[in-house]
């Protein structure tokens, strides 16, 4: 946070000074900038305390202030109102499919903490913390997360020594730099590089490794999990949902029967929750336009691989190594379900 800043500003500075003369004559607008305005926007504060403005503020009065002007959003306990940010809490969850990121299980230092607050909260009325409140209700904070106890004075000599529960889980990015060069002739088919749609968001085709069983993105199932919860929710309300039932299992073919398990080990990780563009099993709308192309448009796709206008099947779901009968079943199954 503090990097880009600092940096832009030493540009500018060293701009200024070689070029004072120069500007004038050259462009003829603006003026150097005055150390009192720049002191206006030097406001970030480093891991190790430097540009922490000398004050205090304990977790007592942080208590009084935080209930009074962050509560309201954040919740009395740092537990988030609605949709508002969640401030404590969440240790142990960042290996999570969906971790909870705050402040105590997340943040590596305290200084982020200080300066985040000091220049962007309450978040309808930024920087109109005074110094010493911004120490208080950042101890509070700190408190609300069990960094501190309650009797703690934060000030701008021990808040560099506090040590979050998350400092190590943040490492340098150390891959190389790689240069490029523009590519001027002969160069890749635009038309065979893709980007599609997943429930995760834009995702580059072309990684899904041979044999593997499921794709990269892993939200696996979240659609279908919400859709469920927004069924009960309408039922809750009184709305009528229609329920899709499911074809029953005595009315399937034999094929389809038998390629349950196919479909369970090589197709549901797609197929499943719509994963990717996948057409949904179940889902009739979805697949009454791809049964009118007939089964063994369908059945060649399958075992060939298939990029349409929602996302690629790759061959065999993936699942090279299985047989093509067996893909043909689950295939059978698949479409059976779905009608
Ligand atoms: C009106 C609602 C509101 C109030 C009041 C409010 N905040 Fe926030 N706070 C937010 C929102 C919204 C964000 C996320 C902003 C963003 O991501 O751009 C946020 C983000 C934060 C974060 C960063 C959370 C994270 O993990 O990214 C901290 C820390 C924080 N607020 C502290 C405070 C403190 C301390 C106060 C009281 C002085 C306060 N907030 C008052 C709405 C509020
Ligand atoms: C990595 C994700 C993924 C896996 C795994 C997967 N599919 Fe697909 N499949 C797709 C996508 C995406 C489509 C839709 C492509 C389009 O129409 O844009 C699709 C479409 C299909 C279609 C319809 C083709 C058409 O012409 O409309 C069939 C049939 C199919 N898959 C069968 C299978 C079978 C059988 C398996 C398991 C052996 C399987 N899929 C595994 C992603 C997957």
């Not at 977790?59 to 935080?66: A, F, I, K, P």
């Not at 069990?146 to 340098?172: C, H, K, S, W, Y």
């Not at 968001?201 to 979240?222: L, M, N, R, Y």
């Amino acid at each position: 946070m503090y990097r880009l800043p600092e940096a832009l500003l030493a540009i500018g500075l060293a701009g200024v000074a070689l070029s004072a003369v120069a500007e004038q004559t050259r462009y003829d607008i603006g003026r150097t900038a005055s150390s009192e305005e720049i002191a206006g926007w030097d406001i970030d504060v480093r891991p190790d305390g430097k540009g922490l403005p000398p004050g205090q503020g304990s977790v007592m009065d942080g208590e009084r202030l935080y209930e009074a002007r962050c509560a309201s959003c954040h919740g009395s306990f740092g537990e988030g109102v609605g949709r508002w940010p969640v401030l404590s809490g969440g240790f142990d969850t960042l290996t999570y499919e969906r971790p909870t990121k705050t402040v105590g299980s997340y943040w590596p230092y305290a200084s982020t903490l200080w300066d985040y607050v000091h220049r962007a909260m309450p978040f309808t009325a930024p920087r109109s913390l005074s110094v010493d409140e911004t120490y208080a209700v950042s101890a509070y904070v700190l408190y609300l997360n069990d960094i501190v106890d309650d009797d703690f004075v934060l000030t701008q000599d021990n808040l560099a020594d506090i040590e979050m529960p998350n400092r190590d889980g943040f490492f340098e990015d150390n891959r190389p730099d790689s240069p490029n060069t523009r590519c001027m002739q002969g160069c890749a088919d635009p038309d065979e590089l893709q980007m599609v749609g997943t429930i995760g968001g834009i995702t580059p085709v072309g990684h899904f490794k041979q044999g593997a069983d499921a794709p990269a993105a892993s939200h696996e199932g979240q659609k279908a999990l919400e859709e469920a919860k927004e069924r009960e929710r309408l039922k809750e309300l009184g709305v009528e949902v229609e329920e899709q039932e499911e074809r029953a299992d005595d009315t399937l073919s034999e094929a389809a029967l038998a390629g349950r398990e196919v479909y369970q080990s090589a197709c549901i990780a797609c197929h499943g929750s719509g994963l990717a563009g996948a057409p949904k099993v179940g889902d009739r709308e979805a697949w009454a336009p791809r049964l009118e192309k007939g089964m063994e448009t369908l059945e060649r796709h399958a075992l060939e691989g298939f990029t349409g206008s929602k996302g690629v099947m790759p061959p065999k779901g993936g699942r090279v190594d299985l047989p093509d009968e067996q893909i043909l079943h689950a295939v059978a199954f698949m479409t059976e379900k779905s009608q």
